[in-house]
């Protein structure tokens, strides 16, 4: 059995694809109407055509009907003239010629004197007897040729509705010179009157001709012309035998289209003509073609209305269709932009950037290149995001977007990742060199000051980089480098760029370790406070002491603020640990105090989320209280950059502080950027000038002008002014020439447990400090 043949796949989609066509509402309405108007004017033409041929062959019928029996009329006429020569011609004797007519007449035998009349004349056309002999004119009837009936218009009427027809026999034989003849005179209009106008029309034609190429008679309409030259040869030609249609023809005399029918009568030496106007026959007929054609053009016009509403109507639909669809398209285009870009930035999000990291390392392995991932977390965002709100927050990020992508190249990509987290992608890099170069781009970009809800803020970010292959050959481990490398930064001091390295690995390894057991250190009493002294310059008494945490870990032994306080704030571990602090300091300072040691004043440092946090003017009021420490002997340390993340913010918390009566400083001034004239604007008691300036006073000239100037500004703004870091006796020197309020450092006392704090003011207070 042979198996059907399968219609080739390109064929039937062809196939498809035209039938689809077909049925689209703007060609099927148009073809279908195009299909009905063209059926339309085919049956009306058709019908027309039939009608017309039909209107035709009914107007020739007509023409013969009416000539036939016109034919027959004349033929009888003729034929009764014809008997009264023949009865006039033999009834001729010995008798007077008059006697004869009169007799005949007598008796019956002449036709109606009203119509006709008989005259019988001599060889020179002298009448010489007459049925109307008052009224026979002289001379007209001229000697009649041949033996048969002639037929004449008399030569005085050539023409009119009047004229009369002489129909004549010669009385004498053909060899006589001058033969004598009879005639029958009759009006000519006997031979056309016989048929109504509304059978012959305006334009019918009824007509004796005569051999002569002579009218005898014309009817057309109502008027009846005599005498008219006629091709009598030209007319009868053509004309078939009796029963023939009519033939159409243009009539020489009155160019007139007719129905004609001209018959030469084979007794009589005459032709009949009837003629029925081709435009009146046919007058029905053209109204018909006109209501038919009128007919077809109304539908055709409706076609065409009902078309062009539909049309519209396809048009419409078509349109919403096609927005409909344009809108589905871009609601798709939409939800897959959304799914691969972050709402806020517009940039590529987590999962497109994956997509992209991926790419371009296979990319990059292929083509043996190398590729350096930055991963950039800004340093203090929570800070200002929840203290100037997620509007802000939304904006800096935003800014931030902007600022990164104006930073490095088209060809680099830049996405983010979530929250604060930015990743950059540089492909095709040559040497470290080239990382670094992009990576100090962005933190200068970033470090540039921003205009949020009108006011000017700073802030800065870290970056850890990875490179391909060297720190990762997976899309996940040169993440997670990057990221070690980013909180190597952030360990660094923030606002800096760490390039990743085996040892930050496993730094990291300790950094998460370090999160886990500090989240237990509080509760299992791991902390520590040393405190290290303040003395003032002028006196050389220990007038202060400061408080500085540690942590005592069980394993690893104590451990710097600097490698876990960064950690305590990103977890928010640094609120319960900073109120600890707060409240032992307070504490010490009542237990000092009992202890015999003057009243000194207890430093404790802030850390920015601390200090932006709701609850901090609360936990110092509860600790002053529980510790019953007075106020003004507390003092709270707070950077310049802390304040300068939100300057307003910062503003009311101080003065919130100043309201509970503690003393505020401001710590490592100098190395942030604010204007020395901001500081008027803060309720400030203190200004601790940074352990770096103190540290190259001698050496550096830099250092020492704004050393000088920022001892000069704290005096004039009233505030007393702390040198740290301080590590010799030249420092000393130099600082007391400068009136100097007060130093700190390890040159007078390092940061001891309070026990040995208190043996060592003791030792002080006994021996006061040769400053
Ligand atoms: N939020 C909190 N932050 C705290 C707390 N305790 C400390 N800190 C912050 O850690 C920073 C480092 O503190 P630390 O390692 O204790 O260093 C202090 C001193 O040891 C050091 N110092 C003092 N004198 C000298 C010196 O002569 N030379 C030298 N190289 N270092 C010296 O300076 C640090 C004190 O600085 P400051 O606070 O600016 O007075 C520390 O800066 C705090 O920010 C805490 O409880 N909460």
Redesign the pocket.
């Known amino acids: 059995m042979t198996e059907p043949t399968p219609h080739p796949p390109a064929a039937d989609a062809s196939r498809r694809h035209w039938l689809h066509q077909l049925v689209e509402p703007g060609v099927l309405f148009p073809g279908l109407a195009l299909l009905t108007l063209t059926a339309i004017w085919l049956v009306t033409l058709d019908l027309v055509e039939r009608e017309y041929t039909a209107a035709e062959q009914r107007a020739a019928a007509l023409t013969a009907d009416l000539a036939e029996t016109y034919e027959a009329q004349v033929v009888r006429a003729l034929r009764e003239i014809d008997t009264t020569l023949k009865l006039v011609r033999y009834s001729l004797d010995e008798r007077p010629p008059q006697r004869v007519l009169d007799e005949l007449g007598q008796q019956g035998m002449l036709p109606p004197t009203l119509l006709f009349e008989v005259r019988i004349s001599d060889a020179a056309g002298n009448v010489i007897a007459s049925t109307h002999p008052s009224s026979a004119p002289q001379s007209v009837i001229t000697a009649a040729e041949g033996e048969g009936m002639q037929v004449a218009l008399p030569r005085q009427q050539a023409s009119g509705a009047d004229s009369q027809l002489a129909f004549s026999r010669r009385l004498t034989t053909a060899d006589e010179p001058a033969p004598a003849v009879v005639s029958v005179l009759v009006s000519a209009a006997h031979f056309v009157s016989g048929y109504e106008l509304d059978t012959l029309g305006v334009q019918g034609v009824l007509a004796v001709a005569g051999e002569e190429d002579t009218f005898l008679v014309r009817r057309t309409g109502d008027t009846i012309h005599t005498g008219e030259p006629v091709d009598y040869a030209n007319l009868v030609n053509g004309s078939g035998a009796l029963g023939d249609p009519a033939q159409l023809r243009v009539n020489e005399w009155d160019d007139v289209h007719r129905y004609l029918v001209a018959r030469a009568l084979f007794e009589f030496p005459v032709a009949i003509v009837v003629g029925l106007s081709r435009s009146e026959q046919m007058a029905a007929a053209s109204a018909l073609q006109r209501d038919y054609y009128w007919r077809a053009l109304l539908v055709t016009l409706a076609f065409l209305v009902v078309l062009t509403m539909l049309g519209r109507l396809s048009w419409k639909l078509r349109r919403a269709q096609a927005s409909v669809l344009e809108e589905r398209l871009d609601h798709a285009r939409r939800a897959e932009y959304l799914a691969f870009h972050d709402n806020l930035t517009e940039l590529p999000n987590r999962a497109y950037f994956s997509r992209l990291l991926t790419h371009g390392m296979q990319h990059a392995r292929r083509y043996d290149k190398h590729l350096a991932l930055l991963f950039l977390d800004l340093d203090r965002f929570k800070a200002i995001n929840d203290s100037l709100g997620h509007d802000a927050g939304d904006e800096l990020l935003q800014e931030v977007s902007l600022r990164l992508g104006r930073a490095v190249r088209e060809s680099d990509t830049v996405a983010r990742l979530g929250g604060d987290e930015f990743v950059v992608l540089l492909p095709e890099i040559h040497d470290q060199e080239q990382v670094h170069q992009v990576a100090n781009k962005i933190l200068a970009a970033i470090s540039a000051p921003f205009t949020l809800a009108g006011q000017e803020f700073r802030i800065t970010v870290s970056i850890g980089i990875a490179l391909y292959p060297a720190d990762g050959e997976d899309e996940q481990t040169l993440m997670k480098h990057a990221d070690v490398a980013m909180y190597h930064a952030k360990e660094e001091g923030k606002n800096n760029a760490q390039f990743y390295s085996e040892q930050l690995k496993s730094d990291s390894l300790e950094r998460l370790a370090l999160e886990s057991s500090l989240r237990k250190a509080l509760e299992r009493r791991e902390f520590r ?2 405190y ?1 002294s303040k003395l003032d310059m002028a006196t050389g008494r220990v007038i202060g002491m ?5 942590w005592q870990h069980p394993e690893l032994g104590l451990i ?3 490698q876990f ?1 960064p950690l ?2 990103e977890n928010g571990l ?1 609120i319960p ?2 109120r600890w ?1 707060i409240h032992t ?1 307070c504490r010490q300072n009542i237990a000092w105090q009992q202890a015999g040691f003057p009243a000194l004043s207890m ?5 920015a989320r ?1 200090f932006l946090d709701d609850g901090l003017p609360g936990d110092i009021k509860s600790a002053l209280q529980a510790t019953g420490m007075p106020p003004q002997l507390l003092e709270v ?1 707070i ?1 310049e950059s802390m304040m300068m993340v939100d300057m307003p913010r910062a503003v009311s918390v101080l003065q919130e502080l100043r309201t509970i009566g503690v003393r505020i400083a401001i ?2 001034f100098g190395t942030g950027y604010s204007s020395l004239s901001k500081l008027q604007a803060l309720p400030l008691d203190t200004i ?1 000038i ?2 770096s300036f ?2 190259d006073l001698l050496d550096n000239a830099v250092d020492r002008s704004l050393t000088e100037a920022i001892i000069d500004l704290g005096k004039r703004l009233g505030l007393t002014v702390v040198a ?4 010799s006796a030249e420092q000393i020197a130099y600082l007391r020439r400068h009136a100097c309020d007060q130093v ?4 007078m ?3 001891q447990p309070a026990d040995e704090a208190a043996i060592s003011l003791q030792r002080r207070i006994d021996n006061v400090f040769p400053c």
């Open positions: 406070l040393y290290q400061e408080a500085l945490l540690r710097l603020p600097k306080i305590a704030e640094i640990i900073g602090v300091a430093a404790v440092n802030l850390s601390q340390e950077t710590d490592d601790k940074d352990g103190i540290h740290e870091g301080v590590e700190q450092g390890f040159y006392h390092e940061p």
